[in-house]
């Protein structure tokens, strides 16, 4: 390429320009001949001429390159700016190469002119002209050198590239049909909040070409996140949604069918599941729900897109195929929220990691140089919003919203570079917003300066059209004629929003079968064959001849797991996990499981995945059960990310039910930070949008001294998640499980039961940790065989009931503290009970309990977390409503850390919580 051949002149040059400007000043004659017997170029350097020429075009690729890298800088990108443009760029200036305009330099090779040599001024108005206008791009900083070729080679060309008339009429008839969207939304709907396109317009000519070029290339699905603003513009404009849905909505109508549990969501989040079609060739776009919380649906496309890649196979799914060659990943930014949310940040740096690949994502920011009422400059601390994409050196290129032309090159550009490279490429749209932060808002009141230009300019949809009138392309009456067929359509459609019946377009393709659970509680058959269950056993440790499994490893984890399977007792908690997630392998689903560590655990207690200790090349056993295999585990060791990674991993769920999706945090508390996930996806997806998730989330709890971030997975704070009822009884149909098992079996019906059924729920599951090797914590394979199922409540087996006087229930890993304290003490009189699932609360089943003990004038509820934390608040309006009768509390006292740091008072707490039940005396208050 004729980049590389400029980087041979620039090395040359190099050389030459050392000795002609240093000969004089700092190398003796002799030190020159000495250097020209080791370099081949400095025999020229005899020739005064030679020298010249080379340190001429030496100079002419450094201001090359200077443009290539700063041209940016002295560009025209923004069509609102208040800044004053510099009046000149130090290392764009010729004269700091030795340069006048009239110098004479050659073109090819280093510049992509149609010319081959030319003046310095001719030179410089190129370079101007591809890198200073209303296109500017940074992609100096990448690391591939092809691709740094390959983008200037597209960008030197790409202002002399011819946009058909045809592609112009185009594009003004999407500008326009968004402009005649938002007018006639403003005059019919008065008062709504629509965000509409307006001032960013352009981003409809992003949308028809990528969809258009999407399709021509042969890609079956493209998966898209995007925030409110333009949305509706986009829905009705491009992915054929129904504008009566649309004005249903705003006149207070439900767009969700009556025979559905659900509460809906705001108009701007409305999604199309579109099929689009383009000269012969179509593909399918799906517009996902996004909540409120800017960049937040990110994540979840990409696990989405994912799933999708997993059913297509795409990349290391399929055989000689590459990540999207098939599906491919669209995202949509605001540019205050792209450098402002972390989970960007989190979303590229994942971005490329095994098991998180998609094969990269085109990212457009609509760029409105505002976030709510901050102007741009106090809204990041860099020069640019895309500047984040600097972590993973994606190229990206800036482009002024006021000339769509430009915005389809850039676009064709883009996708070129994705399909070339399968690599994250981000689009800088700069526009701006009409009316402020929405429709109803007075942006002058901290932006007047701003807005005073905004309003003194015409809109990009009228520019553009009076600029093909102009130029003949389209008359007068012809722009009138688009907007006024637009504006009748519309109102058709105003018109059957008085009679509109929501479409029922739930459980569709993969998720046919499938339904929202019932209000009653069902068990469910989830134990497995005896056979299995060894065969199953015995295969996960099993490895190649010669892979040398950690002696270690060897010592405990095969050999005790070979033994305990052979005797189908004392089986721990990973073995059931393994037998659970084999099981459900050998019965049609694909399993996966990610987080930080997943492959060995946090706790060394998992070892799913193994590692060679001399190639450290790794093994999963359950990934090679036999020979005729479908279904596979997918161990995926994620990034430090708890957000990004969960919002993927909720992303998978939701495409295919016959995944079961496994998260799990390092510790229990690290959920936290990805709270804005679990509030306005896993907890409240279904009954916003009916999106059912059998999202898995493992959450390692328990008072081990650890200190206050180690201990306490929150159980209280998913329990006030839930929509559980005080007041009856709950069934199936809530928005959470939130279950905490006591044994391995307990643990193996749970996850086996998220793909029994047919219908899918989010489980939260309030797993142990020093349980995870406990002999006193196990289970035999008759609690897991067929007839067998996960226990809401377990009774008290050891107690006479009539010799009963008192019953303390609780939870977890406190049982057996319990257990142990009352056989200590030797009390006769008191049972046990555990509470295995909190949501749904087990009423019938605690009734069932309770009622076993008559002289019982004691119910305590027990457990580890303080007064204020824990499922107390929970349990007990539920308890004493429901059950009908009063109960203590027993536990820790409040405070405002989820544990103490001090291991003394940790273990007094011990001490206390585990002794004071078995001496509190009737005290109902």
Request: hydrophobic content about 35%; glycine content about 6%; aromatic content about 10%.
């Amino acid at each position: 390429m004729y980049y590389n051949a400029s980087r041979k002149i620039h090395r040359c040059g190099k050389y030459l320009t050392d000795v002609r400007y240093n000969v004089n000043r700092k190398y003796h004659s002799e030190e020159v001949f000495g250097f020209k017997r080791k370099n081949k170029y400095v025999a020229e350097a005899l020739d005064n001429e030679v020298i010249d020429a080379r340190c001429r075009e030496s100079n002419f690729y450094r201001l090359v390159t200077a443009y290539r890298q700063h041209g940016h800088k002295y560009s025209d990108i923004n069509p609102v700016s208040l800044a004053k443009k510099i009046s000149a760029i130090p290392d764009l200036d010729i004269k700091r190469y030795g340069f006048k305009e009239n110098d004479k330099v050659q073109f090819d090779s280093i510049i992509n002119s149609t010319k081959k040599e030319g003046t310095i001024s001719e030179a410089v108005d190129f370079l101007n002209n591809v890198y200073c206008r209303t296109v500017a791009a940074e992609y100096m900083h990448l690391e591939n050198e092809e691709e740094i070729d390959w983008l200037t080679e597209a960008l030197e060309k790409l202002p002399t590239t011819p946009v058909k008339d045809t592609n112009k009429i185009t594009i003004a008839t999407e500008l326009l049909k968004s402009q005649s969207f938002d007018n006639f939304l403003a005059k019919k709907f008065v008062s709504v909040k629509r965000y509409g396109g307006e001032g960013a317009e352009s981003m409809m000519v992003f949308f028809r070409e990528v969809f258009q070029l999407a399709a021509e290339d042969d890609i079956q699905q493209i998966v898209l996140a995007m925030p409110h603003r333009g949305r509706l513009n986009l829905l009705t404009g491009l992915l054929n949604f129904p504008p009566v849905e649309i004005f249903a909505k705003l006149k207070g109508l439900s767009d969700i069918p009556d025979k559905y549990k659900a509460t809906g969501d705001v108009l701007s989040h409305c999604i199309s599941s579109a099929d689009l079609s383009y000269a012969g060739k179509s593909v399918h776009v799906s517009l996902l729900y996004n909540p409120s919380h800017l960049e937040a649906v990110n994540p979840v496309s990409m696990g989405k897109t994912r799933a999708k890649q997993m059913i297509w196979g795409d990349g290391d799914y399929g055989a000689d195929t590459r990540w999207a060659d098939k599906i491919m990943n669209i995202q949509v930014h605001g540019d205050a929220a792209i450098i402002g949310q972390g989970v960007n940040q989190e979303c590229l740096s994942m971005s490329g990691v095994p098991h998180f690949e998609i094969g990269g994502s085109i990212h457009l920011v609509v760029n409105n140089q505002l976030g709510f009422t901050m102007p741009a400059e106090r809204g990041r601390s860099s020069r640019y919003c895309t500047d984040i994409g600097k972590i993973i050196s994606a190229p990206v290129i800036h482009v002024n919203g006021d000339y769509p032309e430009d915005v389809l090159k850039v676009t064709k550009l883009a996708f070129d570079y994705h399909r070339k490279f399968r690599k994250e490429i981000f689009i800088d749209l700069n526009c701006y917003r009409r009316w402020g932060h929405n429709e109803l808002d007075d942006p002058t009141f901290t932006n007047p300066s701003l807005y005073s230009i905004i309003r003194s300019k015409g809109t990009v949809p009228d520019l553009y059209a009076d600029k093909l009138v102009e130029e003949n392309i389209i008359r007068e009456d012809g722009v009138k004629d688009i907007v006024d067929k637009h504006q009748s359509w519309l109102n058709e459609h105003l018109k059957a929003a008085e009679n509109y019946t929501p479409r029922d377009t739930h459980f569709k393709r993969q998720w046919e079968g499938f339904s929202q659970a019932d209000e009653a509680v069902t068990t469910w058959d989830t134990g497995i064959d005896l056979d299995m269950m060894t065969f199953i056993g015995s295969k996960s440790v099993k490895c190649p001849a010669n892979f040398e499994v950690h002696p270690n490893l060897l010592r405990t984890h095969v050999k005790n797991r070979l033994s305990k399977v052979a005797e189908g007792t004392n089986i721990d908690w990973s073995t059931a996990e393994t037998l659970a997630l084999g099981s459900l392998l050998f019965q049609g689903h694909n399993v996966r499981i990610s987080g930080q560590d997943v492959g060995r655990g946090t706790f060394s207690h998992r070892h799913v995945m193994l590692v060679d200790q001399q190639t450290s090349n790794t093994y999963v056993p359950l990934n090679h059960l036999h020979a005729d295999q479908t279904c596979f585990i997918e161990v995926a060791n994620s990034i430090l990310s708890e957000e990004a990674v969960l919002g993927y991993e909720y992303g998978m769920s939701i495409e295919d039910p016959r995944n079961l999706i496994i998260w799990e945090a390092q510790f229990g508390d690290f959920f936290n930070g990805a709270q804005i996930i679990f509030d306005t996806f896993i907890s409240s997806g279904e009954s916003k949008w009916l999106w059912q998730s059998g999202l898995t989330v493992l959450l390692p709890h328990g008072y081990d001294g650890a200190g206050p971030e180690h201990s306490s997975s929150r159980i209280e704070r998913f329990l006030q998640l839930t929509d559980s009822k005080e007041d009856r009884a709950d069934g199936d149909n809530v928005n959470l499980q939130v279950c905490q098992p006591s044994t391995p079996a307990q643990y193996f019906h749970l996850l086996r039961r998220q793909m029994i059924r047919n219908f899918r729920k989010p489980l939260i599951v309030i797993t142990p940790k020093i349980l995870l090797r406990s002999p006193v914590c196990t289970s035999n394979f008759s609690d897991m065989a067929p007839g067998t199922s996960f226990k809401t409540v377990i009774g008290d087996a050891l107690m006479v009931p009539s010799r009963v006087k008192k019953v303390l229930i609780t939870s977890g890993k406190h049982y057996y503290s319990l257990i142990e304290r009352r056989e200590n003490m030797g009390i006769k009189d008191t049972a046990i009970v555990r509470v295995e699932s909190f949501c749904p609360f087990p009423t019938l089943e605690l009734r069932h309990e309770v009622s076993k003990y008559p002289n019982a004038n004691v119910i305590i509820w027990c457990q580890e977390e303080p007064q204020n934390m824990g499922a107390w608040t929970f349990m007990k309006p539920r308890f004493e409503n429901l059950i009908g009768k009063k109960i203590l509390y027993c536990g820790r006292e409040p405070i405002a850390a989820p544990a103490v740091g001090i291991r003394e008072l940790h273990q007094q707490q011990v001490k206390d919580i585990s002794t004071k039940p078995f001496l509190m005396e009737t005290n109902y208050r």
